[in-house]
């Protein structure tokens, strides 16, 4: 078993690494655990490992982390409910949340995205995937925090905040959601292919599996309400990919 103790790190805790990402990791399976803690102590990362669902969240919401990493299936507390409980509370401050699960049919991949997930892992993780991805989720070069706000119709998008404005209040993103939205709204009025999206975003390679990519489309779509009355629409290209359009007439913000 782990000799990780159950009780929450402070934000304040002398072990946080002032170099290293500090990793937040569900997993009740103890051989799982030691191998992927170990993995990732090595590529740098500081990791406080929970085999406790309600040990892990309450550690999300008094600690401070910059990832996630979220077995889906745990006995006293679903990783399901952590996340839930993680993006409820923290909100704004709520770091990237990576899924492992060995659940992989589309349906399962939809319902972890559309719970608020940045991205998913099939169980069992390989090494060199898992660290890929991880990086990807830490990384925050898409965007350029020099650009002023864009200020059109009833959306405000902040780049330097990394904030997107809806009738004045702050849109409930997921942190890949505000990767994603980010860099469409950096490329107003041009195609962005799928494979384009899948590696300015997702870091992933040309023939990567796109699902990730049209449901995090669908939640900004809902989410930001992109249609005509916010003065946006993000338009579907048939086999290509989506392209963003700034429309001339909007409705004024309420």
Known sequence: MSNMPQHPPFSDDPGRSASGHRI??????????EAVKSWLEQAGYVV????????????????SYDLVLLDWMVQDLLGSQ???RARERLRERCPPII??????SEDDVVEMLQAGSDDYIVKPPARAVLLARIATCLRRGHRDDAAPPLLHGRLRVEFAQRRILLDGRTADLSARETDLALHLFNHPGRLLTRTHLA???????????TRTIDVHISNLRRKLE???????????IYRQGYRLERLAASAPPT
């Open 24 to 33: 937040a990791y569900l997993e009740d399976d103890p051989m799982q655990g």
């Open 48 to 63: 406080d490992w929970f085999e406790s669902g309600r040990a892990c969240a309450l550690a999300l919401e008094r600690g």
């Open 82 to 84: 952590v996340l839930q």
């Open 99 to 104: 899924v492992l699960s060995g659940r992989d």
């Open 199 to 209: 590696n300015a975003v997702w870091g992933l390679p040309p023939d990567a599996d």
């Open 226 to 236: 992109l249609n005509p009355s916010s003065g946006w629409r993000l338009v579907s």
